[in-house]
Each structure stands twice: as C-alpha cells, then as structure tokens.
C-alpha cells in the first residue's frame, strides 16, 4: 500500500501541487467488485483546499488516472455502520450518497480518522460522524492548536506527523539560496561535517557581531530616548493650545448651529406656506364653480338655443369640477366636502330639470302632430265616407311625414343628454324609454295608415279591397291560401284573374297581359320601400346622436342635421366618472341599444311589409317577382350603408318571405304543369306551359334586368325548364290525336326558339338539349312518315338489305326466288310516277293536319321530307345498281320528277 500511495503522489498528486494524507482501497457496495481508491489529499498553497479524491486504475495499463473528486466541506455525513463490531462498510454523504465497502477494517479506519482530524483542523467540526468508534474521535489540544506551529501541532494531537507532515517540499527560493551556499565552498558535498562545522562556525561569529553591534548603540539609543522627551513637552504645549483653540471654537460651533436650525426652520415654515397656497389654489381653481354657472343649473332656460348653451357649459364645468381627481387628504376637509356636495345636488336637481323638460318635450311633439293629423283627418273626412276613402283623399301621393323639425330641436339636446348618460344613468334610461313610447305610437299610426293607402292603391277601390281581405285601417289580410287561385279584383271592365300561372299566360296573347296593373303595383312597392329606408335611416341617425350611442359618421340618405362633436378632453374626463358610477357599454353593447329602440320604435314595420305582400301576391302570384328584384335592391343598399342596421336586419327578414313566396310560386306553376289534361279530339299543338313559360321568361328578364343578383331566378329557370321537359314528354307519350315526335318537335322548336332570342346564360346547356331533341324527333317522324307512300317499296329493299346482312353476296340477290328481277320489276311497276305523286299528296296533307299553324313547321317539314326522299331513292338507285347489275332495270320516275311533285303539291296548297 505504501509503493502505492508513493505513486500516486508522484503521478496524480504532486503534479497537481496537492499532498496524499490518506488513502484506502474501496469497491462500491452491492455491484460488481471494482477497486477504486479514496485518497485524502490537501493542497500545499495557501488557502489550503482538502480534497476526497477517487482514482481509478486504467484498464489499458498501470497507471492511474484521476477520475472523481469532491471537495471535504460538501461532506455532510460519514457513517461507519457500526461502532462496535468490524465492519468494512461505510458510506460518504456527498450530494447524494455514496457507500463503498474497503478491502480491511483498518484502512477503513485509518481513513475515517484522517477525514476527522482534517474536519477538526480545517473545517471545524462541521462533518457528522455516525457510528464511528470514540477511540477514532480524539479531540486534538486546543492548547497546543492555537501555540505551536503546524508541524508541532500536529505532533501534540496524536503523534502523526508522519500522516499529515511526513514530506514537505523546498520551494524555489530555498533551493536557490541553498546553491548559492553550497557553490561557495568546494567540500560542501564531499565532506558534510566539516561543511557542517563551517557552517556553525560562521553562525556564531555573526552572533558575536550582533551583540556587540547592539552593545555599541546603546548610547545613540539614550541620546535618541532624550529626544524623544524633549518631543513629548512640546507636543504637551501644542495639545494645550489646541484644547483651548477646540473651547473657542466650540462656543463659536453653538452659535452657527443655532443659527442653523433657526434658518432650517424659517425655510421649513416657507416651504409648508408656500405648498399650502399651493394646495389652497388647486381647491379654488378646481373646486369652484361660477354663479353663473349655478344660475344656469338651478334656473336656466331649457327652450332658448341661448339657454340652452349656457346650461350645457354649466353642465360641462359642473363636470370638470366633479371629476377632478383629489390629492390625499383633500377629502377629509370640511370645505371640500361641503363643495362636493353642493356639486352633488345641483347635478342631481339640473338632471331632474332636465329630464322632466325633455320629457315635456316629447309629449308635447307627440300632441301637437297628433292634432295637426286629426284636423287633416277631419277636413278630408266627407259624411257616409270609410276610413279608406279618406285616407286616399288626403294621400294622393303615397308619402310618410318628415320628423325632421322635431329632431333638430332635439339635438340641441344632444351635449346635455350625453352629459346625463354619464351622470345619471337612471334619469338617462327613464328618457330613453319614455321617446321610444311615445314616438313608436306615432310611428305605428303613420305607418298603418301609410301602408292601408298602399293597400288601397294597389287593390283599386276599397270595395275592391275587401275582394282581398282589406278590413279597416289595421291592414291585416285575411283568407286562407287556397283560395289564392280563385281570387278576382273587378275593376271598371272586365278584368282578368290575377292569380297568374304559366298556363294562363299561355291561353292569352301579349295584349291581354295586364301589364298597367303590374307596372303599377311595381311603382307602388318601390315607392313603400324607398319613404321607408330614409325614413328608419334617419331615425337611427337621430337615436345615435341624440342619445350617444354611436359616434358614427352621418349615414347616406339621412336628413337628420348634424350635431356638434363633444371636445375630446371632456369625453374623457366623462369616462373618468363613469369608472367610479357606472359600468362603461361597449360599442357593440350601444349597436345593440340602437337596435333594440329600433324594433321598439318600428315594431309594425316587418308585420306591414309582409302583409303588404302577402295581398301583392294574391292579387297577382307574378308579383313576387317584382317584389323579390325591389327587396334585393334595397336589402343590398342597406348591407352596404351599414350591415348591422335596423333597417338592413328588417328588410332581410321580409326577404326572406319575399323569397318564399317566390318559391312557392315557381312550385305552384310546377304543379300546374304535372295536372295538365289535353284535349283527345283536337291536335296538341304548341301546349300552353310552353307558351306560358316564353311570357314568364321575357317578363322575369325584363324585371331582373338591373337586378344585382340573380340567383334565385336562375334556380327557378332551372326548376321550370325541368317541368316543361318533362310535361312535354309526358303529354306527348300520352296523346292520342298527334304523333309524339310531331309534339316533342313542335314545342322543343318553341323552346329552343325562345331560349335563343332570350340569351339566358344558366339555360344555355338546356336550349342545346331543346335543339338536340327538336332535331332529332323532326327526323325521326321523316322517317316514319315517308314510309308510307312506298311502303312496299320499303319492304322489297329492307329484304335485299336483310339477305346481304345475312352473308349473300349482292350479285348474288338476284338469284332468290322474292328478290329476282321478276319481282323487283313487279313491285316497281306499282309506283309509277303519278302514284307516287298521289301518295305525296295524300302525306302533305296528313303532316298538315299534325302540325299547328302558330309553329309554321310545314314547309320546313316538307323540305325535310324532300331531302329524306331523295336520299332514300339514290339508296334504292344503289341498290338495284349492286344486286342487279346489267339488269337494266330503274325507277319508273326520276330525281327532277320528285322535286317537281313536292314543288306542285307545296305551291297547290
């Protein structure tokens, strides 16, 4: 263990200017055994660090490599196990614990003793030592700790100097000096003691010389001791000058410090004089309110513009004074609270005087236009008259009443209504709900007696409105919708049913449309809806002035006057106030205030509107269209001005039934068309759906042709287009009388006819189906009728046809007993040139009788025919040229022959 612990201070310790104190050989404990080695080790420069080092055996060689250390003053614990019996374990309480099993007991011991004396020494006791033996703890004498040097204290505390001091290096200047001696004499190192002796020799020579040296300056040392006495008399002399110097400069001290604190005080006073005017004039320049201002409160006239200016500057400055905000302490004086509360009651009793002035206001208003209404009422009104006589008296042109006076003398209100918002929410609230209750009471009369004038407009007379369910001034419809059908309005003629359905508009001609009458309610729609949106559109500009709700820009269309913008440090200072009276609403809490009014206020606009339409539709179930392009338009200017308005929200909402209605309008003529009968004993012609849907079609393009959007008629384009084809097939498989192809092609052509001058983009791929199926049933009755006129013709060529299909050669058809040139000869012979002109007769006249005389396909049918004719004779030409070759064998008539017997038959007709 020694070799080993000289090698380790040799090749790990002493490179590292450290001494190796102590060392024991260790595994850890409960692993595989791998030795390891603890060392104690200190350093040999100052301050000295102790160090517990682990080093490790390489595996490649026989060296050690230095692989853990941790420094002794993080040890915590040492914990033997046990005390009393031997016991090779112990363990280490580092940050966390390590435990280690050595290779004997004694080392184990050797090395616990070791930590213990370096702990005594170097860290005075702070490591805890358990289950260690007491014989190991031996406390070294204080006594000599404190007295000796290290060396010999180490010798007193247990006799191991050779432990802890057994090898101490020379350092550098020892080695140097050491030299220097050993160079100046040449036996120095071949003769030690006579080296030795020198050296004890000269030792004490100097000895010598330092006594006598000392010896020899005695009398300098008296002389200076002389000196020094001579010095200690003045400085007594000095001392006392000086003391009586320090007396007169202390009476002098006391008088300067007096006069110190006395100008200390004097400024102290200044400064609290001078905070205290300060104090004094924040309170009256914050905190005092003019008598005018108080005048203008208290007895201010609240109907002058005049008056009305100088209360809302009182109102401001009463304001300003409330929310100043108070420094500490200011609210504890008597004269402040006494001012804040005089600021209390006179913003109290002002906010009482005007919330009764406003509301005397609206009162006021709200009588006088009922009078100014009831004496118009009385003047038009004539004896034996209704209400609905006197209401188109008097409303020739169909117009709703301007408020536009009573809200410019309410906005001059607007400043002292903000300043209630802020103030007084309750007293706010109250004059909110009592304009809303007033003014929606005169709006519902105005607007009931609007839209009965509308009702009445549009139905003709009132006799003529009770036809449609118009009773009273109340504009309600009454009836059940399935009656809408059956309703009739009688006017000074004969007039048509206005419940309209493409089937009626394809049994009457263009003339017999009624257009006046849809013009006319077209006009009359428009003219509801366009007194209407300026009519909300200034009323919500007004609500959000007056009361302060929105600070938006005026709306497009409002005839409302605009009020004066409120200065920007007052707003804020407002808002100061609110924070400690009331909640502050956000901007989207005060749209939804504004809306709120809005519905109060218009509460029978959106039931009028659809009752209005529900009476359009059942005068005249096409009016929907109109109603739909008009209600789109205006719902689209309202989204643009501004799309979370009253008025934008309530439009919408009736477009909604517009649209419904739409719908059910589009599915009523599609219904109409499933039940359609035709006639067994006359030709189909063109059917009236057809027709019915060409009108509907010029008439809905000529209304959505400045419409922005198209959508929902492009759906019902689409729905109806599908109804027709359908129809038309289904009548067509169902008539008796005319051929299916002469009724497919005859209202296809009328479709794609009517498609092609119309130009309706979403129907382009249906008019390309309507030409398809035009074309293709036109052919397919060519073929079926020239059948006929030579039909055994027909029959003798199909068979050629059939035996070359068969696998006969074609020169070869002539040698079947049915096709020799016998027969064929035969067979030719019946249709000599006149037959076959008889015959063509005979199908000209039969076509004619098929097709209808308002599609005028007969000549295009006869050219087709001609066409077909001649095709098929060059096909028999053929024929006859392949099966019976050299035969000499041809048509009893020629090409010139066909075309001069359809030109005859053509023009004889």
Known sequence: MTAIKHALQRDIFTPNDERLLSIVNVCKAGKKKKNCFLCATVTTERPVQVNVVKVKKSDKGDFYKRQTAWALRDLAVVDAKDANKENPEFDLHFEKVYKWVASSTAEKNAFISCIWKLNQRYLRKKIEFVNVSSQLLEELPKVAEESVPSGENQSAAGGDEESLDEYQELNAREEQDIEIMMDGCEYAISNAEAFAEKLSSELQVLDGANIQSIMASEKQVNILMQLLDDAL??????????SSYEEMLQSVKEQMDHISQSNDLIQLSNTNNMKLLEEIEFLVNYLDLSKGHIKALTDGDLSSSKGIEACTNAAEALLQCMNVVLRPGHDQLQAVQQQQQQFKDLREQFARRLANHLNNVFVQQFTQTLTLHYRRASYHSVSGHDQSSTLAQHSAELTLPKHLPFHRDLLRYSKLMEWLKNTDREK???????????????????????????????TGTSKEGKKFGLHGSSGKLTGSTSSLNKLSVQGSGNRRSQSSSLLDMGNMSASDLDVADRTKFDKIFEQVLSELEPLCLAEQDFISKFFKLQQNPALPGSVVADSTEIDGGLLSRQHNLLGDRHSVPSEKEEASIIRAMMIKVFRCIESELNNLISLGDKIDSFNSLYMLVKMSHHVWTAENVDPASYLSTTLGNVLVTVKRNFDKCILNQVKQMEEVKISKKSKVGILPFVSGFE???????????????????DKAYTKLIRAVYNNVEKVANESQKTPRDVVMMENFHHIFSTLSRLKIACLETERREAKHKYTEHLQSYVIYSLGQPLEKLNHFFEGIEARVAQGIREDEVSYQLAFNKQELRKVIKEYPGKEVKKGLDNLYKKVDKHLCEEENLLQVMWHSMQDEFIRQYKHFEGLIGRCYPGSGITMEFTIQDILEYFSSIAQSH
């Open 695 to 713: 009108e509907f079609a010029e008439l809905a393009e000529s209304i959505f042709r400045i419409a922005e959007r198209r959508g929902d008629l």
């Open 428 to 458: 706010y609230d109250g004059l909110n709900k009592n304009y809303v209750d007033y003014i929606s009471r005169l709006y519902e009369r105005e607007i009931k007696e609007f839209f009965e004038v509308a009702k009445i407009k549009m």
């Open 233 to 242: 008399k003045e400085v007594d002399k000095i001392e006392h000058k000086l």
